[in-house]
């Protein structure tokens, strides 16, 4: 747990610090106000729980809508195919970089869910995931696209299935 802290706060960027930053100034205007309006009880009530409610929720909510808008990206699938003799998915696709900043890294995630043709269960299907593989790509360029491909195994499921695929990048 140490290690995923010290992990999260060696990455963060400069933006980061001043979203924690506005977070902390926002949730102390709002204390300073309910001290000021103390005399009416129920907007300082009001100030008071609304300023808490910012210091909880304003950094996490935050963080990942910031990293959505910064760090966007495009990901694909080209082609899936099954291999006969042994128990593993290629997948082959490509990465955008389609943000105004050079990733780093990016993680790009696979996952394997059941396949319906009852549409609300195919909707739950996609929450539990039959397998799931990652893999690493680093150093994509603004606007650079870079394809790749990903090896799904060992996968034994025999009836029908979907893919779907996800990246994370900084």
Known sequence: ???????????????????FGGVFVFFLLFIILSIVLRRKIGL????????????????TVGYSELHKYLFKSEVKIISQKRLIFTPAIVLKGSLKNVSKFDFKECKITAYVHKKSKNKLRNIMYQFKHIQKMSMLES??????????KLIIEPFSYKKSYDISIKASCR
């Open 44 to 59: 300082a009530l009001f100030f008071l729980l609304f300023g808490f409610v910012i210091l909880i929720v304003g950094p």
């Open 1 to 19: 747990m140490k290690a995923k802290i010290i992990a999260f706060v060696h990455n963060l960027i400069s933006y980061d610090y001043m979203l």
């Open 139 to 148: 150093d994509i360029q603004k606007g650079q696209t870079r394809n790749f």
